[in-house]
């Protein structure tokens, strides 16, 4: 399984962006997806986390604002990120477990001006 990642790009603060994770095959509708993300000089932190039911969770530092989902007829899993601040720039990456494997997209990057 093969992720693909897009969205990212330049955004003043305040500004929205939405990323997207294609998926080599049909693999959404069964599997708990996840956006994460790295920052210069930090460690990779979970964002957003999309179980297979339906249940999400989120960062402390981004409820509110940002929003996953899944597009399952189109294989895509999305990040809605909404109200962004210098604090959310940042490399993101997407990743899906299924089956027992875990797959990660080769990342998108935020850049947040001020």
């Known amino acids: 399984v093969q992720l693909q990642a897009s969205g990212g790009g330049l955004v003043q603060a305040g500004g929205s962006l939405r990323l997207s994770c294609v998926a080599s095959?049909?693999?959404?509708?069964?599997?708990?997806v996840a956006w994460h993300r790295q920052a210069p000089g930090e460690q990779r932190e979970l964002v957003a986390d999309l179980i297979s039911d339906g249940t999400t969770k989120y960062a402390d530092s981004v409820k509110g604002r940002f929003t996953i989902s899944r597009d399952n007829a189109k294989n895509t899993a999305y990040l809605q990120m909404n109200k962004l601040t210098p604090e959310d720039t940042a490399v993101y990456y997407c990743?899906?477990?299924?089956?027992?494997?875990?797959?990660w997209g080769q990342g998108t990057e935020v850049t947040v001006s001020s």
């Open positions: 095959e049909m693999i959404f509708r069964f599997a708990n």
């Open positions: 990743r899906a477990e299924i089956f027992g494997g875990t797959y």
